[in-house]
């Protein structure tokens, strides 16, 4: 069997009608937004904020730029390093304007990093943060970017908080250490050589199937690929996600009215809070408050201090962070509807605590890069089942397969699949790839194991690459960390499979605890209490932190290599 949009438990309200031909493309959403909303306020950071009608001026003055004072011609990639401030819509908004490729980057990336995706997407432009300098002088010589722009922190802040912001910031040698900026533009000069420029027209790519972003896995499954993800695919998802927010929650309130607010602390380079924060949030008409440092707890609730927000997109350790600091309970939630959680596995704990603090529930969400990234969604408020991704979304047709490829019944553990209109084209200049997890009918292998059950909703079991065989038995971490983070002394635990003469894999977890009198030995009861025998963890070792991605993901790739180096040591 197939699960497309179910009938099961969900919140009344949902449009199943995608109207997939109202936009050909990203450049025509934001066209029809910047009209439709001039005067409203899109984005705040910093406590500064931007209309849609400023936000289109600017986006105008950077794309007219684009098109006279640069030999970058429609097609061309460029490469955006930015934090979320709101240089990032503007930028997004002119590229999309003047037709370029946009090739998102994470601006921790290492000089590896950068040289690998800046030369894998032949990127001929580079957009970066000046708090990044040197390492983007080290690797310019080895890619062939051409035209650099740098940005500053404060750009788009009034004079004063904007001499004061970089002031400080150049001031820090530590995190800004100094570059040749001569051969490189500003941001703010190519905003103002923009402007001279009279009755610009834009040169988007406006077929559907044209690709207008490579974004770029997370690289923890192997060599980072670059999705091509369309207009079809981009306009496809923000449309999916407007067909969930017709949803009512118990109290009869939509998930969407006409002035949300939504707090955007995960960055938005990353797919997740691009489609959500970026593309739907603009199509919707609200406001979203930008979070530059999601990791500055005290500066991220200054930002929403006095504020009444609708909305936050967040995960797992973000949440933890928040609850754990002693003004998060001080902020107004009156107006919270609804809390999105993706990327990784949300705790039960954590679901509790925030539904306990907050009054709102959160409703875990599962997507891909390659799936634009929307492919399931929790229902609203009570409509939510705890432990699940909740349906697919409009639109899209689920299945699981055995390590043969062969379709499993509803209820079985299996690779999951997606096939729907916002699965990528493929991966840039990799078909072999492309081929290995996307069939010719646009189904797309996600390697997450899950359960597909008879009310539609989904279950996430794990990555297929995370399963640990202990004695020929299955072991799913995932499990085992949902039940180390019930302890009330533990913050994170990540769990790896590691060599084992006896069972073939072991299981080793690895913890963060919040309370030093938290022993191997209290863990390894807790754990005896609630797991069987062979999914007791072999190994307990703490840390005083887990390494995880910019987005706040656990890396359990990184953990699993120290791990077996450590064991190849000791053999």
Not at 28 to 42: I, L, P, Q, R
Not at 83 to 99: D, E
Not at 458 to 472: C, E, Q, Y
Request: aromatic share 8%; net charge negative; proline share 5%.
């Amino acid at each position: 069997m197939e699960a497309s949009f179910w009938d099961g438990k969900r919140a009344p309200g949902i449009n199943d009608t995608l109207e997939l031909g109202r936009f050909d493309s990203v450049a025509e959403v934001f066209a029809f937004s910047v009209k439709k909303y001039a005067t409203k306020t899109a984005f705040t950071n910093m406590g500064v904020s931007l209309t849609y009608q400023e936000l289109d001026q600017l986006s105008t003055q950077f794309m007219a730029w684009i098109q006279h004072n640069t030999d970058l011609k429609p097609g061309d990639r460029i490469a955006v390093q930015m934090p979320n401030t709101l240089q990032y819509p503007v930028a997004v908004l002119g590229i999309a304007k003047a037709g370029l490729v946009l090739v998102n980057t994470n601006p921790l990336y290492t000089a590896r990093e950068m040289v690998h995706q800046f030369n894998d997407s032949g990127a001929k432009a580079l957009l970066f943060m000046d708090t990044f300098g040197q390492l983007v002088e080290e690797v310019l010589p080895q890619t062939k970017v051409e035209t650099v722009i740098v940005s500053s922190l404060g750009d788009l802040l009034p004079f004063t908080k904007r001499l004061l912001i970089n002031t400080v910031t150049r001031h820090i040698k530590k995190i800004i250490p100094s570059f040749d900026r001569s051969k490189m533009t500003s941001f703010r000069d190519a905003l103002a050589l923009g402007r001279q420029h009279k009755n610009v027209q834009p040169t988007t790519l406006s077929s559907p199937d044209d690709v207008v972003a490579l974004q770029y896995t997370g690289g923890t499954t192997g060599v980072a690929k670059g999705a091509e993800l369309t207009n079809r695919n981009l306009v496809s998802n923000m449309l999916q996600i407007d067909a969930l927010a017709q949803q009512t929650d118990e109290q009869g309130r939509p998930m969407r009215g006409e002035n949300e607010v939504a707090v955007a602390p995960l960055p938005l380079y990353h797919i997740y809070a691009f489609t959500v924060n970026l593309m739907y949030g603009m199509f919707g008409g609200g406001e979203t408050i930008l979070i530059t440092n999601p990791r500055d707890a005290d500066m991220f609730l200054r930002a929403l201090k006095g504020r009444r927000f609708t909305s936050f997109a967040g995960l797992n350790t973000l949440f933890v962070s928040l609850m754990n600091h002693p003004e998060f309970k001080s902020l107004d939630f009156s107006g919270l509807k609804q809390t999105g959680s993706g990327g990784t596995a949300l705790s039960p704990d954590t679901a509790k605590r925030w539904h306990e603090i907050t009054g709102a529930r959160i409703g875990e969400g599962f997507g891909l890069t390659e799936c634009s990234p929307v492919v399931c969604s929790s229902p609203a408020g009570s409509f939510i089942q705890d432990g699940t991704v909740g349906t697919p979304a409009p639109g899209t047709t689920l299945k699981v397969i055995d390590d043969e490829g062969n379709e499993l019944p509803i209820g079985e553990r299996g690779e999951l699949c997606v096939q729907g209109p916002q699965v990528m084209k493929g991966y840039w200049g990799r078909p072999e790839a492309t081929e290995e997890c996307l069939s010719k009918d646009g189904w797309f292998k996600t390697g997450d194991v899950a359960v597909i059950q008879e009310d539609g909703f989904v279950r996430i079991v794990d990555r297929v690459k995370d399963l640990v065989l202990v004695s020929g038995f299955n072991v799913y971490p995932n499990e085992i960390e949902d039940v180390v983070t019930s302890h009330p002394h533990v913050e994170f635990s990540a769990v790896v499979g590691i060599p084992d003469e006896k069972t073939g894999e072991a299981v080793k977890l690895y913890v963060v605890a919040n309370d030093s009198s938290l022993t191997k030995e209290v863990l390894d009861a807790h754990c005896r209490k609630n797991l069987t025998a062979y999914k007791i963890p072999r190994q307990i070792e703490f840390r005083d932190e887990l390494p995880m991605s910019a987005v706040g993901k656990i890396l359990r790739k990184e953990l699993r290599a120290e791990a077996l180096s450590q064991h190849s040591k000791n053999a």
